[in-house]
Antibody, heavy 123, light 106 residues
Framework: QLQLQESGPGLVKPSETLSLTCTVS??????????WGWIRQPPGQGLEWIGN???????NYNPSLNSRATISVDASRNQLSLKLSSVTAADTAVYYC???????????????WGQGTPVTVSS | EIVMTQSPATLSLSPGERATLSCRAS??????LAWYQQKAGQAPRLLIF???TRATGIPARFSGSGSGTEFTLTISSLQSEDFAVYYC?????????FGQGTMVEI
């Protein structure tokens, strides 16, 4: 059974870099059948897609983040990571990692999610 | 960026009733449209992808329809566990975008 688990500091100071890790168990993150992505949800608000990565290293990011996001994969640890630089209070949210399945019939988006990790940006 | 607009914002219904949720895209997303259910304090759960295909383990009372710019999620007979927030999501174009959500409440 595939499981994703986010981890990282719950509190980050303004202007610093937020760093989160997503540990994947039950499937190799290096599989060519999947993308891996990050999504966030500010308190009381809706979902915002941050970006995706394929094992080749190919990435897509939300332009609304103004090039502050970097997603990478460590296949040896079966982990996905997110770095978000120059954070402000507007980056306060629950951060989720999720899987995108690539099948012969097309993409199955965000079919497995982690439980989410809350991050507060405050001095 | 494709803007996804959901209506209504809130749907007040009773168990056993039929729920119809709408999602409109600002431009065509073909059939690359998904629906998610989110309960308080939980991660979203994929219900429907490809506009009309139920994800693994999703009950048959959930159905999706539409293509292009107009989509509908129907819950044929609401169960107590179905009261939650529902999001539509387009994955046809980068950046991927979500609707603002419809809350289905008792």
């Amino acid at each position: 059974q595939l499981q994703l688990q986010e981890s990282g500091p719950g509190l980050v100071k303004p202007s610093e870099t937020l760093s989160l890790t997503c540990t994947v168990s039950g499937d190799p993150i290096s599989s060519t059948s999947y993308y891996w992505g990050w999504i966030r949800q500010p308190p009381g608000q809706g979902l915002e897609w941050i970006g995706n990565i394929y094992i080749s290293g190919s990435t897509n990011y939300n332009p609304s983040l103004n090039s502050r996001a970097t997603i990478s994969v460590d296949a040896s640890r079966n982990q996905l990571s997110l770095k978000l630089s120059s954070v402000t209070a507007a980056d306060t949210a629950v951060y989720y990692c999720a899987r995108v399945d690539i099948t012969i019939f097309g993409v199955v988006p965000l079919d497995y999610w982690g439980q989410g990790t809350p991050v507060t940006v405050s001095s | 960026e494709i803007v996804m607009t959901q209506s209504p914002a809130t749907l007040s219904l009773s168990p056993g009733e039929r729920a119809t949720l709408s999602c409109r895209a600002s431009q065509s997303v073909s059939s690359n449209l998904a629906w998610y259910q989110q309960k308080a304090g939980q991660a979203p759960r994929l219900l429907i992808f490809g506009a009309s295909t139920r994800a693994t383990g999703i009950p048959a009372r959930f159905s999706g329809s539409g293509s292009g710019t107009e989509f509908t999620l129907t819950i044929s007979s609401l169960q107590s566990e179905d009261f939650a927030v529902y999001y539509c999501h387009q994955y046809n174009n980068w950046p991927w975008t979500f609707g603002q959500g419809t809350m289905v409440e008792i």
